[in-house]
């Protein structure tokens, strides 16, 4: 049996972003509460203290309950500033339409905040849609609208998927028309938008505020999916740690 060194495994510079497929097992589906509580024990022994530490403290605080959808982002700073925002402000999951333009995050903005955000690719705007759609979300275009309402009105009490457009010409007419509903953040001076990731940022730091101090939104992830979360930090930190993970499982 192919055996590891604990302290040859941690691995400081890896930037692998996590990517989850659509509808796609995870290494860990198969495994109960209690066996993927054995498994994180056995992967924590490969990180150091201070680092799972770190994920026992903020797992509890990630959620699924907000969503971002970026359609078509060209500018690497404005995915990498985007993805940051996500990290900062709890929001676990991140899906991206690359209709034409490959999403590439600038290393140097995002921070490292790439392995630890899951990102979802999806070919078009409407398999973005109807994955999320078929996941319980309401999917909220982000810009100007007949029908829109200020993101601080906007009713989160199911899980909510914010769309931001591309720089130039913002969001396609098929991914306004696909939406659920319209928000906009006020605006003051004679500029008529805001950059995408200053929008971003905003509008997730308005929401996550509203859905923390709610009592009614359970927006928290359960103890298995934090689990599952920590799981998958332990395999962006650490080196092959997807190979270590699936040698630890087939010992369980």
Not at 45 to 73: K, Y
Not at 124 to 136: A, C, V
Not at 217 to 240: C, F, N, V
């Amino acid at each position: 049996m192919q055996k590891y060194e604990k302290t040859s495994y941690l691995c400081k510079n890896f930037y692998k972003m996590p990517e989850r497929i659509p509808n796609q097992p995870t290494p860990f589906d198969n495994l109960d509460e209690a066996q993927m509580t054995a498994l994180y024990e056995s992967a924590a022994e490969f990180i150091s203290p201070e680092r799972r530490a770190l994920f026992d403290r903020l797992a509890p605080l990630r959620t699924r309950h907000i969503a971002v959808v970026l359609e078509d982002i060209y500018q690497s700073h404005n995915a990498a500033a985007v993805l940051r925002s996500c990290d900062c402000f709890g929001v676990q999951d991140v899906h991206v339409v690359e209709r034409e333009n490959r999403f590439n995050p600038a290393g140097d903005v995002a921070v490292g905040s790439s392995k630890w955000v899951d990102y979802y690719r999806h070919a078009t705007i409407k398999d973005s849609y109807d994955y999320l759609h078929s996941q319980g979300y309401r999917i909220v275009a982000t810009l100007p609208h007949e029908n829109d309402q200020m993101i601080t009105d906007l009713d989160i009490s199911q899980p909510t998927a914010l769309v931001f457009g591309t720089e130039l010409t913002g969001l396609t007419q098929e991914a306004i028309d696909g939406a659920d509903a319209y928000v906009k953040v006020q605006m003051y001076g004679f500029t008529e938008s805001f950059n995408i990731s200053v929008c971003a940022a905003l509008s997730l730091f308005c929401l996550t505020e509203r859905m923390r101090a709610s009592n009614n939104i359970q927006w928290q992830l359960s103890t298995e999916r934090q689990l599952d979360l920590k799981l998958h930090w332990a395999m962006q930190t650490i080196r092959d740690g997807e190979q270590v993970i699936n040698h630890l499982i087939s010992r369980i």
